[in-house]
C-alpha cells in the first residue's frame, strides 16, 4: 500500500470511447504525475502538476487530457485512442519539500485499446 | 541525448548475491534512484545516491560512482520474493527524473 489509489485496474476500451482513469493519494503531496510504462520500455513521463497547476505536459497527443481538481485528485481522460496507446498509466505523487523527493506510485490502469 | 542502461534479465539463485548495473549519461546530475517493482505493482522506492560510495539498507545496497556515470544495487540472501523488475533513475540538472528500461530479476531456487 504506497498511499496512490488508481482505478480502475484494468480497462479495455475500442477506438471510439471516451473514458476516464482516476488517481488519489492520501499522502498530503503537493506534485501528481502521469507517466506511461510499456513493456521494455523506460518509463514516459506525460504530466505534472503542482498544487493543482500543469507544469509540465510532455509532448502528450491531445488525445489525453488530464484534470487537477485538487492536491489528492489527478485523472486523465482518453478519447480516440489508438492501439499503440495500450499500456500501464502509472500514477505517482512526491511531496513538495524533503531531500530526497522520491515517487509514491500507484499500481497502475492497464489499458487496452482495441 | 540522455540515456539509462541496464540489463534487461537477470536470473539468480535464492540465497546467492546479485548486482544489477546502471550506467548513465545525462545533463547534468541531481542523484540517482532505484525502485522495485512486482508485476502488477507499483514500483516502490529502494535507494537514492547522491555522494560516490556505498548505501546500504539492509540485504540491498547501492553504489555511485559519479565520474564513471555508473551506479549498481547489490542484493544480499536472495529471497524468492525478491524476483521483481529494477527501475533506475537519475535526476538531471533540470530535475527531472530519466528511467532505464528496468532489469527482470528471476530468483530460482
Known amino acids: 500500500e504506497t498511499g496512490v489509489t488508481q482505478t480502475p485496474r484494468h480497462l479495455v476500451m475500442g477506438m471510439t470511447n471516451k473514458k476516464s482513469l482516476k488517481c488519489e493519494q492520501h499522502?498530503?503531496?503537493?506534485?501528481m504525475y502521469w507517466y506511461k510504462q510499456s513493456a521494455k520500455k523506460p518509463l514516459e513521463l506525460m504530466f505534472v502538476y503542482n498544487f493543482k497547476e500543469q507544469t509540465e505536459n510532455n509532448s502528450v497527443p491531445s488525445r489525453f487530457s488530464p484534470e487537477c481538481p485538487n492536491s489528492s485528485h489527478l485523472f486523465l481522460h482518453l478519447h480516440t485512442l489508438q492501439p499503440e496507446d495500450s499500456a500501464l498509466y502509472l500514477c505517482a505523487s512526491r511531496p513538495a519539500g524533503g531531500e530526497v523527493g522520491e515517487l509514491f506510485f500507484g499500481e497502475g490502469s492497464r489499458l487496452t485499446v482495441l | 541525448g540522455q540515456n539509462i542502461d541496464q540489463p534487461t534479465e537477470m536470473t539468480a539463485t535464492e540465497g546467492a548475491i546479485v548486482q544489477i548495473n546502471c550506467t548513465y549519461q545525462t545533463s547534468g546530475f541531481n542523484g540517482l534512484f532505484w525502485y522495485q517493482q512486482h508485476a502488477g505493482e507499483a514500483p516502490t522506492f529502494l535507494s537514492y545516491n547522491v555522494l560516490d560510495g556505498l548505501e546500504e539498507k539492509g540485504r540491498f545496497s547501492s553504489f555511485l560512482s559519479r565520474s564513471k556515470g555508473y551506479s549498481y544495487l547489490l542484493l544480499k540472501e536472495l529471497q524468492m520474493k525478491d524476483s521483481a523488475s529494477y527501475l533506475c533513475?537519475?535526476?538531471?540538472?533540470?530535475?527531472?527524473?530519466?528511467w532505464g528500461a528496468g532489469t527482470k530479476l528471476i530468483i530460482k531456487p
Open positions: 533513475a537519475v535526476r538531471d540538472s533540470n530535475y527531472q527524473l530519466i
Open positions: 499522502l498530503g503531496h503537493n506534485a
